[in-house]
């Protein structure tokens, strides 16, 4: 990767394309991708084309596909009971040779080597699953409805107790980490309400007391976040932003903007040798250098991606759904990263442009044209107006904001302000 990133610096005015090297076949749906005990995983989702819960014809139910990597030859394949089942996020512990998924109203625990069935370890409303790295606990997301506050059920297997912790409408994803002060903390995203701002990043924290939880509001519709280091990448599909999230300080700290629009936003995320890769409705898994927050590239797909895996230097990219609509896909591209080259003029953003500006004045210079229409919005989509003091050093007023993070942008790049 180092020769990667020495490339980027040289071809500073250059965007990175890498093209399709192979294919791993799958059945329709794929919209998860994992590697464990060697193999690449893929889940893929039902498909259920008139939406009538009914199996009919052209349809196919939720499966479970085992690849080698090598050959991208399929080994296993475990197909599911004709029932809703949670393919996108499922509870894995490499460790414990375990792999949990919500099926219908049950989480069902597998052999993850072998795809053998061990048969329910839990029964009620499921949404998504995760798991100890250990794989002694599940954690089982629930919503009551669309629009009311959910909850997590921690799960202990070997005992039977339980523990709730609340979340906000339609939890998405959860995960149990370790920050590198040694805080345990479990990590819980929920939707929030359908096209508004209301998408909420939990922090749970362990404390003598018991547990602390910090909200953090990220956005219209998160899907899916990432953890390196002590950072947390949140993508937020409706708001068209990478949230950061600072675990030690359980603070927002930054945003990435995805440069998607309308439907097309990011739906996940991982991070490799200081690269971040997210996937997006817009056919394509967009790059960017974390230490600058400047997209350096995309890979373009022709279909709508959601799950994403590296596996050594290939780059596994899910074909969930068809280029321009919602029908299923089937498939999983693999790109070589070796293979990136340079491919057009005009990086769409600066490396010259600021990731973030601290601004503790009442005064803030931006880093790009105030003549042009600005706009300053919040996490949650709260537009601000901007007032120019000096449109000639790209001077604008600060005073008022109150402390936060905000998103500042011109239309065509953007920076995040810290107050």
């Not at 048969?119 to 009311?148: C, E, N, W």
């Not at 960017?288 to 230097?313: H, M």
């Not at 293979?339 to 005064?363: C, D, H, K, W």
């Not at 600005?374 to 996490?379: A, E, H, Q």
């Amino acid at each position: 990767m180092r020769g990667l990133l020495s490339f980027v610096i040289v071809c500073i005015t250059g965007t990175l394309s890498l093209n399709a090297q192979r294919v791993a076949p799958t059945p329709a749906g794929p919209v998860n991708v994992f590697k464990a005990k060697g193999l690449m995983h893929v889940l893929c989702t039902r498909n259920d084309v008139n939406f009538n819960d009914v199996s009919d014809d052209g349809d196919s139910p939720a499966s479970w596909v085992q690849i080698d990597p090598t050959t991208l030859q399929t080994l296993r394949t475990h197909t599911f009971p004709w029932t809703l089942v949670g393919a996108s996020r499922v509870g894995v512990s490499e460790s414990g040779d375990a792999l949990y998924v919500g099926v219908g109203n049950t989480v069902e625990k597998f052999v993850l080597s072998t795809q053998e069935s061990q048969g329910s370890v839990y029964t009620g409303p499921v949404s998504s699953v995760s798991t100890s790295l250990g794989g002694t606990a599940i954690f089982v997301s629930q919503r009551p409805s669309f629009t009311d506050p959910g909850m997590v059920v921690q799960v202990s297997l070997e005992s039977g107790d339980s523990v709730q912790y609340q979340a906000g409408p339609n939890p998405q994803q959860s995960m149990r980490y370790t920050t590198s002060s040694k805080a345990q903390c479990l990590l819980v995203l929920s939707e929030g309400n359908f096209g508004q701002p209301t998408g909420l990043f939990d922090i749970w924290k362990q404390t003598q007391l018991g547990s602390a939880r910090t909200s953090i509001v990220v956005g219209d519709t998160p899907n899916h976040f990432t953890v390196s280091g002590d950072s947390a990448y949140i993508t937020v599909n409706g708001s068209h932003w990478v949230v950061v999230v600072d675990l030690l300080t359980n603070t927002a700290v930054d945003t990435i903007p995805t440069g998607t629009s309308g439907f097309d936003g990011p739906r996940e995320a991982l991070i490799n040798n200081g690269l971040l890769y997210v996937s997006t409705f817009a056919g394509d898994v967009r790059i960017f250098n974390i230490a600058t927050g400047q997209r350096i590239g995309s890979v373009l797909l022709d279909a709508k991606p959601e799950g994403i895996a590296i596996n050594g230097r290939d780059l596994w990219v899910t074909r969930a759904f068809v280029a321009g609509g919602y029908a299923v896909e089937r498939n999983v591209a693999v790109y070589d990263l070796d293979q990136a080259v340079s491919v057009a003029e005009g990086a769409p953003f600066s490396l010259s442009t600021p990731r973030a500006i601290y601004a503790p004045g009442s005064r803030l210079t931006l880093p790009f044209d105030v003549s042009a229409q600005i706009t300053l919005s919040t996490l949650e989509g709260r537009r601000t107006a901007v007032k120019t003091v000096d449109s000639g050093s790209c001077t604008i007023d600060v005073s008022s904001l109150p402390t936060g993070v905000y998103v500042v942008s011109d239309g065509t790049s953007a920076i995040t302000l810290m107050r």
